[in-house]
């Protein structure tokens, strides 16, 4: 008799007895669906499944995808029959109970579903689609083993080639397309494009080496003499013995040598080929490491004095604290304090984690680190390929990546004995993800992270967040300061050029001070790099006609079209669209169209023509799209064979450039006069940051000159003083009087739709709910946001303000309940709410 009648399956394919147990799971699916759904575990895998481990299961009618397990009981489900699985995946967990624990509690936090968060933390490699394509095997010879069924079916896949699951199931109308195509694989009818199993491809190398019996000496000698008569032949005997010893030494041959490698050499492919069909050669294939085994070369470095004191006092403060910020200004060599950290981490057999932003993680530190570290060291980056990062998943769980340097992202992967993480420049925001949920921030959760599992984190920065610096001052986190460059270099210099006086006194060509293009000139006679920066790309952010005013806009946002010079066209920032250019005003039919301001297109054109001699390259999106521009840019300006180098804030993050004398600054009115409580923060970050590429040796004083129409401005005494304790001064007191974070947490509610009034209506009854029962102190808005349309969504921000040592757990609930009452109320149908907690 069952324990469980009302589990058991109608048809009775899996019978029970009285002693056996029914097993269920409850998954967490890739979708969002704010809860675990469960299903049974067929008899064969009820001895192996485990918590963490993945499955294939059906979702809906039609839809097969990959879940991940978060409990085994049983309990049958009360309300719904429960299906069971299709197939269990993982042997041993691919997700640990720590990462399990995370994601829950990252999905309470934030407010989305635990299925979202994992949809974002596995890579797509571990992910198994419905989009997989069944297709027909021409070498199928027994259609007496078919069902009718599968017959009709069959022909129906013959017919069309091939067919996506989700075709076939809409196809054949069944509940379950799964279990037909297994029968239809079992039977060998089908074959599947993609097997029903992980994408993850290990990488293959081909290996060539000689047959054994030509290793031996004699034989070796007589095999040359015999080649004699094919000179061809011979020399690629020759070429492998001056690659691979095996005169010397006979074992080597073992091995080999890489076949692509060898026949990159001057050696006949078709003369390798007949030696391969002779016997003389042999091929066979390894399966390699993505990552090239480097052996560690480097020593780690001598510290300074100052970076030992530094050491000493971060460790001090790890005794009492879980976080330590280090202040440490650019150039002061964090990332050798680093390294210090991270190698007694590893002694101690625990694993790190080192968090760059996205853009800081190029060749320049990866090799710093693989010199000191070896192959100990993993790489999670966005432009890795899938593969790469499936392999870096399972080389944490394997024990054979101890160490990992990553992007925001890397706070999803397997770590289950973390000892310390690194969050290098921890005030970016790029750690904070804006779409799609979890909207999570990676320092954050970082400091989550080590408090489960008893580590520590560093935080640095040379301009950290307000946030952080508080934080430190209150005690919170350790603070450790290291206000000195490395070896002595100085702080580079800062000037500020009056553009409005320079105009009026007739002292500007172009964009240009005539002061500013004196300097470039300078430099360039002395051979020196100079960085000129421009928060914007494109060529102009404007076209406009001079007759009647009209000005080019994207018809799905409200903004205006950048023009792109070197394509001739218009492009939107925020969707993407693109118009060819205008030779006509679309409203008068003037010809006078014109750009207005400038974005570092222009100013590399304008450079080229003020410069035609200098070696001039542009940095942005727009030139490092392909896979390897943005290391090429790199690696020429290292190597002198750039003079100056325009580019937007990916100029800014992490680069060690040792030939950089001066540092040109464009438009940082625009930055500074961005309405936000954060923007004198952040402009002072960022231009901070700029100017630090400047003079980072000892032997060149760095020159920074910021262009301004408004040097009055406050921020500047600051800046030039590098003086950050006034900048956090002056903005901890705005913060603590207008009750902005650190003092208050922020959760920003959007309501997006196609219609300004529906959207606006349904963020007024949001705010409205809510002031009811949170108080109108803590309920702004709504309000229409900067960039009111995007991609045809209007859109209105309801800000919610909460004191800081507010438990928010029930207050996240009800926000939840809340716009789950918008969503699901049909006056307001079609309406989207994105909920940000922590918004920046
Ligand atoms: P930060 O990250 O603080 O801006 P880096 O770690 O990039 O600074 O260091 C700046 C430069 O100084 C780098 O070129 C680095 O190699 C050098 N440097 C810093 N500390 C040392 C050290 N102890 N020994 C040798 N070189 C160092
Ligand atoms: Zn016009
Ligand atoms: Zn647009």
């Known amino acids: 008799m069952s324990l469980f009648p009302t589990a058991q399956p109608a048809s009775g394919e899996y019978p029970l007895f009285a002693e056996e147990i029914t097993y269920f799971v409850d998954v967490i699916l890739p979708v969002p669906v704010p809860r675990l759904f469960t299903y049974r575990v067929p008899r064969e895998y009820a001895d192996r499944v485990q918590v963490g481990a993945r499955v294939v299961v059906q979702f809906g009618k039609t839809k097969v995808v990959t879940a991940v397990v978060a409990k085994i009981h049983t309990k049958p489900p009360e309300r719904y029959q429960a299906k069971y699985l299709l197939e269990l995946l993982d042997e041993t967990p691919l997700v640990t109970r720590s990462q399990l624990a995370l994601f829950e509690w990252m999905a309470e936090y934030y407010l989305c579903c635990v299925g979202e968060v994992m949809n974002v933390a596995l890579p797509a490699g571990l992910k198994i689609s419905s989009l997989s394509k069944v297709q027909f095997n021409p070498d199928f010879d027994h259609p007496e083993l078919l069902t009718p069924r599968e017959a009709e079916i069959l022909d129906e896949i013959k017919k069309q080639q091939s067919l996506t699951y989700d075709e076939l199931a809409r196809l054949a109308e069944v509940q379950n397309v799964y279990h037909l195509i297994k029968s239809l694989v079992g039977k060998h009818a089908v074959i599947l494009f993609e097997e029903l199993k992980d994408k993850y491809a290990p990488k293959v190398v081909r290996r060539l080496r000689l047959a054994p019996e030509f290793v031996e000496r004699g034989a070796l000698t007589a095999l040359v003499q015999e080649l004699e008569k094919t000179p061809k032949q011979q020399e690629v005997v020759l070429q492998y013995l001056r690659d691979v010893p095996v005169q010397q030494n006979p074992a080597a041959n073992r091995h080999g040598t890489d076949k692509s490698s060898f026949t990159k050499a001057e050696i006949s492919a078709s003369s390798l080929d007949t030696l391969l069909k002779k016997g003389v050669f042999e091929q066979y294939d390894v399966i390699v490491s993505r990552f090239a085994d480097l052996e560690a070369s480097a020593p780690a470095p001598v510290l300074s004095p100052a970076q030992e004191q530094a050491v000493q006092e971060i ?41 760059l932003p996205e853009i800081a993680l190029t060749t320049q530190i990866v090799v710093r680190l693989k010199k000191i570290f070896g192959d100990k060291v993993g790489i999670y980056h966005s432009k890795f390929s899938d593969n790469e990062r499936v392999e870096v998943w399972k080389g944490i769980l394997s024990g054979k990546f101890q160490f990992v340097v990553g992007v ?41 992270m080590a408090h489960s599992q008893q580590a520590k984190v560093l935080l640095g920065s040379a301009t950290p967040s307000i946030e952080s610096y508080y934080h430190a001052t209150q005690g919170r986190y350790g603070l450790v300061k290291l206000l000195k460059r490395y070896g002595d270099a100085a702080l580079p210099d800062i000037e500020l050029i009056d553009t409005k006086q320079a105009r009026r006194q007739k002292a500007m060509q172009g964009e240009f001070s005539h002061e500013l293009l004196h300097r470039f000139r300078e430099n360039l006679d002395k051979k020196e790099q100079s960085i000129v920066f421009q928060n914007r790309r494109g060529y102009s952010p404007y076209l406009q006609c001079d007759d009647c005013g009209w000005i080019a806009k994207c018809d799905q946002c409200d903004v205006s079209l950048t023009y792109h010079q070197g394509q001739a066209e218009l492009r939107c920032h925020y969707c993407g669209q693109k118009e060819a250019i205008h030779r006509k005003c679309p409203a008068c039919g003037s010809v006078k169209l014109r750009t207005v301001g400038f974005g570092t297109e222009k100013l590399e054109d304008d450079l080229r023509l003020i410069f035609p001699e200098a070696r001039i390259q542009r940095m942005d999106l727009d030139t490092t799209r392909a896979k390897n521009a943005f290391q090429q840019l ?35 009115d625009r930055m500074i006069n961005f309405p936000d409580f954060r923007s004198a923060e952040r402009s002072f970050q960022l231009l901070t940051q700029v100017a630090g590429r400047a003079g980072r040796r000892s032997d060149r004083r760095g020159r920074v000159i910021i262009q301004t129409s408004n040097p009055q401005n406050a921020l500047f005494p600051k800046l030039i003083a590098n003086d950050y304790e006034a900048l956090f001064g002056e903005e901890i007191r705005e913060r603590e009087e207008f009750r902005y974070p650190p003092f208050t947490r922020l959760i920003k509610l959007t309501a997006k739709h196609p219609d300004q009034p529906d959207a606006r209506r349904a963020a007024l009854a949001l705010a409205e709910k809510l002031t009811e029962k949170l108080g109108a102190d803590r309920v702004l808005g709504p309000e229409a946001p900067l960039v009111e349309r995007i991609r045809n969504q209007f859109l209105f921000d309801v800000l919610l303000k909460f004191e800081r040592n507010l438990n928010l757990k029930a207050i996240k609930q009800l926000i939840q309940t809340e716009v789950d009452g918008i969503l699901t109320d049909k006056a307001h149908k079609g309406v989207h709410v994105v909920v940000d907690v922590d918004c920046l």
């Open 634 to 668: 790199i690696s020429e300006f290292e190597q002198g064979e750039t003079d100056m180098l325009v580019g937007t804030q990916m100029i800014s993050k992490g680069l060690d450039f040792d030939r950089v004398s001066l540092v040109a600054i464009f438009d940082a």
């Open 315 to 355: 460790l001090t403060g790890f005794q009492d604290k879980a976080a330590v910020l280090l202040h440490g200004v650019t150039g002061s060599g964090k990332t050798e304090v680093y390294i210090h950290l991270i190698r007694q981490a590893l002694d101690a057999g625990s694993q790190v984690l080192y968090l």
């Open 408 to 448: 925001r992202s890397a706070i999803f992967l397997p770590f289950d004995n973390l000892g310390l993480i690194i969050v290098d420049e921890e005030h970016e925001s790029s750690y904070k993800q804006f779409d799609p949920a979890p909207r999570y921030h990676a320092r954050d959760v970082a400091i989550l």
